[in-house]
């Protein structure tokens, strides 16, 4: 017989409420816990160390399980099966490591098993600069994976955010069934700042949408959708004798070779977060009501951009921000309005990486963008984008 | 102890014909060869397991058929019948 | 429905074990002769007798022809990717330390492009149990050569016969720790199963290599084009020896008509599985 | 980078691995953070090269929301260690405050104003070498007023262990008697003709 | 002593000169032989593994090396080692491997050593439908491993193109020194047709640029660039002492934790590829002289595309094809140009793929772009193309 | 310029090994009492005493602090991604079968994330030699537990100490068929010179499992906090057998004070190495 | 799908693993591609389903480039086998050919022409049974003509194993001889009132 | 044998300060005590060995101190005197 793992008792609250100066790294740790975080497995790496340090200590001290994988495909792999048994689960690391999960990745997604995965984004390409700060996976983690799925990814600017956004990167992980980034970078991971944690009963926890029916004799279909194109889950142990596969499937679940399951389901797949990224969006709008001209940035790179912002103001020129936290789905629509706002004359994107987020914005307009780039190691002061934009 | 009153376990033999794939796993193993591919063929075009004639009687039941046979397609079923050799 | 068409045999459309199997989805996909049905029926008949119910069974596979596996099993049940089905089943494991999780997977599988998995998690004594279908070769791409793959073995990437080192299973699972090892092969179905049963009851990392045909892809190179030209083999030549002790004398060499193969339960030891101590 | 006027005070802390560098940031970015209702940021440099070598901890404080997290120009700068004085001391700003371990330091003279803190010495004399970073600290709060000397150390007895509070809390005290030793000596003589 | 490998006499000629029927893979393989292929690590998968099948046969007999590694990571990183060593070197997989090679790719990117990797595309995502068509893996291609750098990718059309394509790619990648993808589909991968083998001495292999210093005294810089922005490059065992590293480094090649040298390299290495774009772009226009609609569409699915073109040219419409031979850099500024033209009315991009070739179309036009798609197992009929026209 | 400014010393700004080393880097990056230095001295030894040109050599490490290694040595050295060490200097031996491969990477690099490599390398018995530099953890990441930790050792991911059971590096070598293997520590560089010179001139997979401090990380929280410390205890510990019989007799628990550590050249047979038959 | 008037032959063969189907089509397709100067495609299924199922192989042959390569009707059908031609019948075109191993396959009356070929049987009798798909190959050369004779013979030459060259030539004639008889016996009946 | 005219091996000890990083492993592992600390550091403040006052011709030219050194700090070379103790 199996003997029952003795969970230790809680000695340490699950949400450390109150207001506390902490790194972005730490903050991330203390959302996820916030949200419920039920397994953590992970590889170390920096910048992202520190998640996986802190919630070695955190998670097992409030009954969650910690475990220090072999390497970073164990530890996706390992995330999506506690997915599947139903727990909250996360795994964090940075560039190589991410890299390293992209085909796991494309299991959750395909499997519709809810996990959060936070990458710590530093100098890459390769192993480039460890301890630095870059902005470069953003297009890496819409699609590094091989083919079409959807994900959502939210880019924290500041510590505060880092808890907060982590916290929403569980919620919409069950929420769309769908594998779920918080893409940090270097500054905002290793930068402490004031992180305030609600009380107990603030924050509300999203509960994944499960059966309608019984375990018994009825086989569920665990792929059958609802009408937001999210199917109820059942998970291992439950009684639902799910099967779950990573070849195309019918909607109980069995692989099935067919060309036109195979378009439904995985245009489905994408249409989950296409179709719902009204309501998944989040950005920041800062002084942008009479802006002529649009800075976009995310992440660290927007602090520059709101100062640039606050100095050009200074001079009385219009300048306004509008970041992105998430930066998948990408606020097309707004970008899109903007540019046909008839006030708005240009933007200017400000970037850790050489046009990675210009590409969205040109997409979306014919309007001329400015481009700020730095490969990784530093970020574009806000000086550099004023005279960028001057000259 | 009265060797005439053993009851010897007797088997019948169950087939899932649809399922064989002729492998000759269980005609192969069987201990006491009970069993012979049938004359028709299923609808996947495999011969299945019959008993053999002359062996209706001569299962032991130990199974083996059932526990190797990769489709399970087969299995038995203990007798009623009492196999004593009275 | 049981219409017996011919006299001398009663055919049926139900197996006793058919609610322990996607019976909607028998006939299998996989060969004519191909050992792996056999594991499949033996793994449901170990969870019959388990004592355990099945609602608390749940078995994962990675990819590959034995990877299919789970999919014909009514348990829960998961088809990772491939190389995967041991971290994606610790995950299960270690959320839910109440389940019953066996990975069923091939050789390939679970050591080629799993066997870092395998070796961590045999060492971290994880609470699995690992039933490897060594079919000596990657049967679901086409046959190609494979870590198991014996000295000479022809395949389509080995057209003048393997020449590498193969590994010795139950030598890396015992290097590594494994709590339980064992080998046999499907014509050892008594053993076999009470070896499935004895890892179903023991805490920590359990493993069992299992031989079985494929005659398809691995047999018809190498001269065991049936099923059963390869069970016939394992009939001559296999020896049962528990608890052997050197365990570099479980090589294998199938190409060898002479080369003895052993099988048998070969370790059995208590460590204290991964989370005991918490 | 001129930043428009606010109240930003930039600090620096550096040394080598061992010294308390990066705990002297964690600290006072708290004290101002949490208890002086101000905002404050504190980052500090890692790489391969930190390892057992070179050790820097940044905090930038002020009352406006801070963007730019990271020093432009160093307004205090506290030097643990020779090589960090040399390396960092360029970054000082016009006006800024050059604090050195006096014991391990010799600052050269090029117009900054220098303030000598034995801190080490101080350290040993309170009973444990390791709190060097705190009188330094306390000389610096006590010096600058960047913080409130209550509000160090509520960060004091927030982060540390509990057995070790008595002893900071002694550590701040000579920082800041050192402090007003100097302040006074600096008034004498700005006095003197 | 290390005794030297005895290499086995050649007794077939590499060049299989002359006109064969043939499926694409095995094109493929002939392709990289005809460029010299010394050294091939992979790993089965399907729909490639009669790229790797093939070489293990004929690799040996020409005196090259074929292994078959344990999985993709090694497979990638033993090409990359024997590329250091001096061996044009190449693996083969499908969608899942790749996704496991993306971080090695970076290494390649970053260590500037040449690879050529062929991806047979299948179905995806995940293990999706591993024996059927799929387009999908585009934009991972380009984006999948972390960071930014430059690749070259061929789509070829036909097995004639796999042998021609995968043959340039190898120039490609000895020429700039970057990760060279031939990124076939499972059509082309799996149809036969006639393939013509150049008789010997046809075709030109492009020989590396080597160090213009004897070995010895002065240090050589392993990453000083010429102005073609490649640097000569030197290999194991010729003398020159390199130090290669995925990490940022300085002109010898040693680490160097510094962001200004950061962006000179990443930006050097982006821009070898788009600075060459001219040089390295191939297309095929079918036509397009005088056409009103542009169909652009990329391997298999380019075979509907032209006869579609055919059927609205039979109906006295005015169709033509651009057809990207390289996806990678993509024929930005011919769709510009045509776009531009005045003629063009709009662009028809048929895939299979939920819409990744339209993004890059999208990018460079407001012209409408009518996207056909299938997620994949089957692709795009001529039909389909002029019905989704019509409608 | 040799100039003796203390009387009772002869300072000097080269050493004698410096034309194989890139001294221009020196001092290299490694904490004070770090054993990975000695291991670098030990290397560049062994290469002169090889008797092979140094043109002929060739260092390849992965990511970490002992993979720093070959960017110290003036070879062809290149340094991998972390945990491809050596596939990526499988692919240097079999192009160029004449140069003398080794690997030196670290416990981490070579058996957590570089674990399926490892064990493949050794099955296949490719003609490299592995020095792997055991720190009992990740030291370039702060001191991570890792796949040789030693059971209740602490590190930032255990805080209550690890539970973890580590691998017996030679045991696993052994059992997945390495040529040679053997274990010392950076205080037996004499031995550890002798082995790696063995390997350089053996064909085959040879293994050497090198015990090293890493005061920095492993030390502090684990009472080495110098580099002399854990000399200290491997001075004290070590007992020499060559030619062990029982691998699993190599098991160590450093933390035990009474734990004996064996080290010793353990296996030395010939296999016939990858590429040999052809 | 209407494809622009060319002279486009479309061809299947199906089977199950085993039959030879896949080198059937590969045959085909390499005599019209190599040998008779026409434009050829084959391709084939693939799939788990496949492994000792079901197999099939197509062929496209036209004058003309082959743009898509897919069979989109089949002009000519060959089943070796009961389930193949179930499977595929309906995608047989209008005044399509179908070509069956009359003792594995027994046809419906639907209308189409059937071509029955025992070439099982005609292979035994040849002395070896793997060869009933190169019998299938001849007696469809002979009946459509859709490549020469010589051809497919040239196209055996150069791709089976020289050994077992002479007995696929023998094959070939067998069922070109079968062929000849059917046209015969159609041109009779056709000539019968 | 003469035992004295036997050599003893005999060494002469060199420096590179500026490499040392102070590890103590040269200075406690020399089998006859010929180092110690010198008063001066490096510029990294690292105090390097130097040959302990009376030890001057104290070296057995083991190499061991050479051999250890992790930052090749360090080595002997076989000094010219002769070493015989007569
Ligand atoms: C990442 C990845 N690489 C390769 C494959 C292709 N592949 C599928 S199954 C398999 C091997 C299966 O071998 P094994 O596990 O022994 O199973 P068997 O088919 O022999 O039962 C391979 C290489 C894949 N699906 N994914
Ligand atoms: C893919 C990837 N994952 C994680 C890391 C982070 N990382 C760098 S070195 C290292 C561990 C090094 O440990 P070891 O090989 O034992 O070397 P040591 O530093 O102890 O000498 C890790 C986890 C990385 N660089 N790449
Ligand atoms: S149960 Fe045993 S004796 Fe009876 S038919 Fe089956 S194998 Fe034969
Ligand atoms: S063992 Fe099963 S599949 Fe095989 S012949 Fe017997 S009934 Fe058929
Ligand atoms: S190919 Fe081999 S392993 Fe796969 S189903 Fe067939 S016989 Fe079994
Ligand atoms: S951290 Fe440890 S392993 Fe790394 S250099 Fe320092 S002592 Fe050596
Ligand atoms: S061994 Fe080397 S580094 Fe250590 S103290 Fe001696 S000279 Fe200095
Ligand atoms: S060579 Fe030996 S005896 Fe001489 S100083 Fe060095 S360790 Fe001491
Ligand atoms: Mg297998
Ligand atoms: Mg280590």
Not at chain 1, 263 to 274: I, S
Not at chain 3, 60 to 68: A, Q
Not at chain 3, 123 to 146: D, S
Request: aromatic residues 6%; proline residues 7%; hydrophobic residues 40%.
């Amino acid at each position: 017989m199996v003997k029952l793992h003795a969970a230790r008792p809680p000695p340490t609250p699950r949400l450390l409420s109150g207001a506390r100066f902490m790194q972005g790294d730490h903050a991330c740790a203390e959302g996820a816990l916030a949200a419920g975080l039920d397994f953590f497995a992970g590889y170390p790496i920096t910048p992202s160390t520190e998640v996986a340090e802190r919630l070695s200590d955190r998670l097992p001290a409030v009954g969650g399980r910690f475990v220090q994988m072999e390497d970073e495909l164990g530890s996706i792999a390992a995330i999506i099966g506690a997915s599947a048994a139903g727990a909250r689960s996360l795994t964090a690391t940075s560039g190589p490591g991410f890299s390293l999960m992209m085909e796991n990745i494309g299991l959750a997604a395909m499997m519709e098993l809810p996990i959060v995965v936070v990458n710590v984004q530093r100098a890459s390409p390769s192993t480039g600069l460890p301890t630095m700060v870059g902005q470069s996976d953003i297009l890496q983690a819409r699609w590094g994976s091989h083919g079409d799925y959807g994900v959502i990814a939210y880019c924290p600017d500041s510590p505060q955010e880092c808890f907060d956004l982590t916290f929403e990167a569980f919620n919409a992980a069950d929420r769309y069934r769908v594998p779920v980034f918080v893409l940090m970078d270097e500054v905002v991971g290793h930068m402490a700042e004031r992180v305030v944690i609600p009380e107990p009963g603030i924050l509300s926890i999203r509960v994944r949408k499960g059966p309608r029916q019984p375990p018994g004799k009825e086989p569920f279909l665990s792929y059958a959708p609802d009408d937001d194109l999210v199917p109820p889950i059942a998970h291992a142990g439950e009684g639902y004798k799910v099967h779950m596969t990573g070849l195309t499937h019918d909607e109980r679940g069995y692989p099935i070779t067919d060309a036109g399951v195979h378009h439904k389901l995985v245009t489905r797949l994408v249409d989950k977060v296409r179709k719902h990224a009204d309501q998944i969006l989040m950005t920041e709008e800062f002084m942008l009501d009479d802006a002529d001209t649009v800075l976009l940035a995310i992440g660290c790179t927007s602090r520059s951009a709101r100062h640039a912002v606050r100095m050009a103001r200074a001079q009385g020129r219009h300048w306004g921000l509008l970041r992105p936290k998430t930066v998948w789905p990408f606020p097309s629509d707004r970008v899109r309005e903007l540019a046909a706002s008839g006030r708005v004359r240009q933007f200017v994107v400000p970037e850790i990486s050489l046009g990675q987020l210009r590409r969205e914005v040109e997409r979306l307009t014919r309007m001329p963008v400015i481009n700020i780039t730095h490969a990784g190691g530093a970020m574009p002061t806000p000086e550099q984008i004023l005279e960028a934009v001057e000259s | 102890m009265d060797l005439s009153r053993a009851q010897v376990p007797h088997g019948l033999v169950h087939v899932i014909a649809e399922r064989c794939k002729q492998c000759d796993f269980c005609i192969s193993y069987c201990p006491v060869d009970v069993l012979e591919y049938s004359e028709d063929t299923n609808s996947k075009g495999h011969h299945f397991p019959v008993v053999a004639a002359g062996k209706e009687q001569a299962c032991v039941f130990c199974r083996f058929c059932d526990l190797i046979c990769p489709e399970l397609a087969i299995f038995t079923s203990e007798s009623q019948a009492d196999a004593s050799d009275g | 429905m049981s219409i017996p068409v011919e006299a001398n045999i009663s055919l049926v459309d139900k197996h006793p074990a058919d609610d322990l199997l996607r019976a909607d989805r028998f006939p299998h996909i996989l060969c004519p002769g191909c050992g792996i049905g056999t594991v499949i029926h033996t793994y449901v008949r170990a969870i019959m007798e388990s004592g355990v119910d099945p609602d608390r069974h749940v078995c994962v596979s990675g990819i590959g022809c034995s990877g299919r596996a789970a999919g014909y099993v009514n348990v829960d049940s998961y088809h990772a990717t491939h190389g995967r089905a041991l971290p994606f089943a610790l995950g299960i494991a270690l959320h839910k330390p109440d389940l019953v999780v066996t990975v069923i997977s091939g050789d390939g599988d679970l050591t080629a492009i799993g066997g870092n998995h395998f070796i961590h998690a045999a060492r971290r004594n994880i609470n699995l149990n690992v039933i490897c279908i060594n079919n000596f070769n990657y049967g679901m791409t086409g046959g190609q050569t494979g870590p198991t793959s014996p000295k000479g073995a022809r395949s389509p990437t080995a057209p003048d016969g393997n020449q590498d080192h193969p590994f010795i299973l139950p030598h890396l699972a015992h290097a590594i720790g494994a709590s339980f090892v064992s080998r046999w092969t499907v014509l050892h179905v008594r053993q076999f199963q009470e070896a499935v049963l004895r890892m179903m009851e023991k805490d920590g990392f359990c493993f069992t290599e299992v031989l079985a045909p494929c005659p398809t892809s691995f047999g018809r190179p190498n001269n065991f084009a049936q099923g059963l030209h390869e069970m016939e083999m394992y009939r001559d030549r296999c020896h049962i020896e528990n608890g052997v002790s050197r365990m570099s004398d479980l090589q294998i060499d199938i190409m060898d008509p002479d080369w003895p193969i052993i099988v048998g339960n070969f370790v059995d030891v208590e460590r204290g599985s991964y989370g005991e101590h918490a | 980078m001129s930043i428009p006027a606010d109240d930003r005070v930039q600090v620096r802390f550096s040394g080598v691995g061992g010294q308390g560098i990066v705990l002297m940031g964690r600290l006072l970015g708290k004290a101002a953070a949490l208890y002086d209702n101000k905002e404050a940021v504190a980052t500090q440099s890692y790489g391969p090269e930190a390892r057992g070598g070179a050790s820097r901890s940044d905090v930038v404080i002020s009352s406006q929301p801070i963007d730019f997290p990271f020093v432009t120009e160093v307004d205090v700068l506290v030097a643990f260690f020779q090589e960090a004085y040399q390396r960092h001391r360029g970054r000082l700003a016009r006006g800024g405050l050059m604090i050195v371990e006096s014991d391990l330091v010799k600052p050269e003279h090029d117009g900054t104003e220098i303030c000598p803190v034995p801190a080490t010495r101080m350290a040993e004399d309170l009973g444990r070498k390791v709190v060097a970073n705190v009188v330094m600290l306390g000389y610096l709060v006590g010096r600058t007023g960047v913080v409130s000397r209550e509000s160090l150390e509520e960060a004091i007895r927030t982060t540390v262990k509990a057995k070790v509070v008595p002893l900071d809390l002694e550590a701040v005290e000579a920082g800041i008697q050192l402090a007003r030793t100097h302040q006074q000596q600096k008034a004498d003589e700005a006095a003197a003709p």
